[in-house]
T-cell receptor, first 112, second 113 residues
């Protein structure tokens, strides 16, 4: 049972445009959400997070939006740069157990 | 430098052999995790530990074992019972309080031939 889902395996965007990566979750006990960026053969690096008490968190070019009623979050990158090309993972934390659960990832390709 | 270290980066083993992957952190983190990455399946949780001498199974624990004898170390053993051991293995750690990110090691690519 996939509790965190990223339904788009890949996304291609032109440099300078907005990249929108989506994530859905099924467990209403999740109360903290994170986005990680990963390059091949490396460990993921933390990008941005959001608590369930907020609906938006912004850090430079990266903004995460949370819609709790829809159990949906999204990561916006604007403007997109070629160096943003990587696999992006959405993750969620259960407020009862502390387990960090990941989605399948979306591979972003930003073309010059 | 504080960080989390996995070794080795690449590991080859013959089918039927047990193999142990190392994970060490000097971040003073209480919680440690092991994930497995396969193409198209994201990161799946194998085991996690929130305190020394205690650990819990994740979603795909079968064929794996762990120990947490020291706060800094969380080794993962891939046993011969694991049917598809070839994968990229990632270790992570975090502080125990809520709403905090986990930090990852660089991963170990295990290939069983």
């Amino acid at each position: 049972d996939q509790q965190v889902k990223q339904n788009s395996p890949s996304l291609s965007v032109q440099e300078g445009r907005i990249s929108i990566l989506n994530c859905d979750y099924t467990n209403s006990m999740f109360d903290y959400f994170l986005w990680y960026k990963k390059y091949p053969a490396e460990g993921p690096t933390f990008l941005i997070s959001i608590s369930s008490i907020k609906d938006k968190n912004e850090d430079g070019r990266f903004t995460v939006f949370l819609n709790k009623s829809a159990k949906h979050l999204s990561l916006h990158i604007v403007p997109s740069q070629p160096g943003d090309s990587a696999v992006y993972f959405c993750a969620a934390v259960n407020n009862q157990g502390g387990k960090l659960i990941f989605g399948q990832g979306t591979e972003l390709s930003v073309k010059p | 430098d504080g960080g989390i270290t996995q070794s080795p980066k690449y590991l080859f083993r013959k089918e039927g052999q047990n193999v142990t992957l190392s994970c060490e952190q000097n971040l003073n983190h209480d919680a440690m995790y092991w994930y497995r990455q396969d193409p198209g399946q994201g990161l799946r949780l194998i085991y996690y530990s929130q305190i020394v001498n205690d650990f819990q199974k994740g979603d795909i624990a079968e064929g794996y074992s762990v120990s947490r004898e020291k706060k800094e170390s969380f080794p993962l053993t891939v046993t011969s019972a694991q049917k598809n051991p070839t994968a990229f293995y990632l270790c992570a750690s975090s502080i125990l309080s809520r709403n905090t990110e986990a930090f990852f090691g660089q991963g170990t690519r295990l290939t069983v031939v």
